[in-house]
C-alpha cells in the first residue's frame, strides 16, 4: 500500500515544527505556538551562551543548566529569537514551561514541552530533519498498521486517522456534505479523498481541516486518508449485505430516515460546522445519536441510498390483493432503480430515488415488465430533501392507484384523477362489488370490467379499444354486453357511480 508515496511534492521539504508533534516524533508533547518554522538541524545547549553560534532554523534541545528552571527557559526563547530558531524544547522535568507560553506568542518562537529524555528527543527530531521523506513515510506507515488493525470498522478507522493525525481534524461527510463521524472543522479543508461503495458510486468524503503547516503536509495527509478508503468501503459492504438480507430492516430504517427527516435542522447543517465532536461522534444537531455511524444516517450512507434532495418517491401497487411478492419485488426494484429502500407501504411497495421523475418512470417500466405478476406503478412530485418524501409518496400512492396495471402514472400528471386516488378503497370495495355484481358475475375472465373500465377512463370506445390493443368493434361488443347486465353507461349518473366502482374494484 505504500508504492508511489516517495517523490510526491514538497516530501523532501524540511519537516515543520508543527509536523514534528501532529505526525512526527515529538507526537503526545505539548506545543505553545504556530509551529511553523522549517527544522533543518538540531543543536544540545546546556549553556545559555552557546546560543551565539546555533544557526537560524534550529531545533534547540535544552539541558543542564540552560534547562534549570522557568527562568533559564525563557531567556533561552530571547535568545532562540535573536537567532532565528525554529524552537526551542524543554523537559518538563526541569520545570517546564513557566511564562514561556506567553513569550512563544509575544516572541513568535515555538516552544515545545517533552516528558522524555531530552538527548533521546534530540535523536529523533534529528532523524526527522536530517530525511524529512523518511520521516512522512513512516508516519504513514504507522498509520496503515494500525487501520488494519482497526479492520472495518468506520468508528475506529476515524479514530485512529484523528490520533495519528494530532493537530488536524478528520471528518467522514456523505456524498451531500452531511457529517457522519469524526471531528469538524473550520475553514477549506486541507485535503479531501473520496470513498466509493462497492459499485464505485460515491460512499462519502473524509475531509481533513487543519494548518497547511508544511508544502509536504498536505500530500501527507492525503496519502494517509487513502488508507482508510478501503476498509471503509469494507464496512459499508458489510452493511449492505446485511441489510440486503433482511428486507424488514431496510423497511425499518427507512421509515426512521422519514421521522427523522421531518425534525428542524436535521440532515442540513454543513460539514463545516464550529463545533467539535469527538472521534466517531453524532451528526448535526437536532438529529441526535441517529447520525453517529451506527445511526440511520449513517447506516444508510453506508448502503448507498440518496439522503439529500433532490428526491422522487415512488409506489409499486400489486394488482392481486393474494400476491405477497416477498423476495421478489426488493431485489427487481433494486436491479431496475439503483440502491435505495424499498419498504412495504400498506399493500404496496415504496421508496424513493434520486433519478428525476421522467427517467424514474422509464426505470419503473422497465420494474413492471419484469415481476412476474401485475402491478401499476406510481411517481410523485420531485422534492428538495427528505422532509418533503411523504408528501411525495402520497402522491406516488395516488397516481398507482388510479394507473393500470403495467403503466406508470406521474401524481404531477393526475389532474382530476387525484380525487378518485384519494377514495378510500378498502371502505368502499363491498359496496363496489354490489353494484357490479351482475356484471361480475357473467364476467368469469375478467375482460368486460376491464372494458367498462377503459370506456369510462378513455372516454370512448375508439380510446378504449387503443388501449386495451383490440379492434373497436369489440369493444362495442363488450359494451353490448355490459348494457345487457344492466347498466346504461350513457347516463351521466350511472357513469359516474360505475367509474367510482370500477377504480375501486381495480
Known sequence: MMTGLRGRAGWATPVTVAELVNGGPLAGARMYGTGENPVRQVRIVDDLAVFGSVAPHTAVVLIGAAAGGGWAVEMAMRRAWEQAAACVIASSAGGGAGSGEVLAERLGVTLIVVDEDPLVTAVRVASAAARPEAARTQLVARCATRLAEAGSSARRVLGVLNAELSGTAVAFVDPYGSHLAGRRGQGHSLAEVEVPDAEGRPLGVLVAYGSFRSPGWPSVVSAVLALAVAPLAAWAATGRLAAERDTALQSALAARLLTQATRPRAFTEPAGAPEA??????????????????????????????????????????????????????????????????????????????????????????????????????????????????????????????????????????????????????????????????????????????????????????????????????????????????????????????????????
Request: charged letters at 20%; one cysteine or more.
Open 277 to 506: 465532536t469527538p472521534a466517531g461522534g453524532g451528526g448535526p444537531a437536532g438529529a441526535g445519536a441517529e447520525e453517529g455511524l451506527d445511526g440511520v444516517l449513517g447506516r444508510a450512507v453506508a448502503l448507498g441510498w440518496p439522503v439529500a434532495g433532490p428526491l422522487t418517491g415512488y409506489v409499486v401497487r400489486p394488482f392481486d390483493d393474494g400476491w405477497d411478492g416477498a423476495g421478489v419485488v426488493g431485489p427487481v426494484i433494486a436491479a431496475s432503480l439503483g440502491p435505495g429502500p424499498v419498504l412495504r407501504r400498506g399493500g404496496n411497495w415504496a421508496g424513493w430515488s434520486g433519478l428525476p421523475p421522467d427517467r424514474l418512470s422509464g426505470r419503473l417500466a422497465e420494474c413492471l415488465r419484469a415481476l412476474p405478476a401485475p402491478c401499476s406503478a406510481g411517481v410523485g412530485a420531485q422534492t428538495a430533501d427528505l422532509s418533503g418524501m411523504e408528501e411525495s409518496l402520497l402522491g406516488a400512492e395516488a397516481a398507482a392507484l388510479v394507473s393500470p396495471a403495467g403503466v406508470v402514472a406521474r401524481a404531477d400528471r393526475l389532474g382530476p384523477a387525484r380525487l378518485l386516488a384519494a377514495l378510500p378503497a378498502g371502505v368502499l370495495r363491498a359496496q363496489a362489488r354490489v353494484i357490479l355484481g351482475p356484471l361480475l358475475a357473467v364476467d368469469r375472465e375478467g375482460t368486460l370490467l376491464e372494458t367498462l373500465a377503459a370506456v369510462l377512463d378513455e372516454g370512448g370506445a375508439s380510446r378504449a379499444a387503443d388501449r386495451l390493443g383490440v379492434h373497436r368493434n369489440t369493444v362495442t361488443t363488450r359494451l353490448d354486453r355490459i348494457r345487457a347486465a344492466g347498466f346504461d353507461v350513457d347516463d351521466p349518473v350511472t357513469r359516474l357511480a360505475l367509474h367510482l366502482a370500477c377504480h375501486v374494484l381495480r
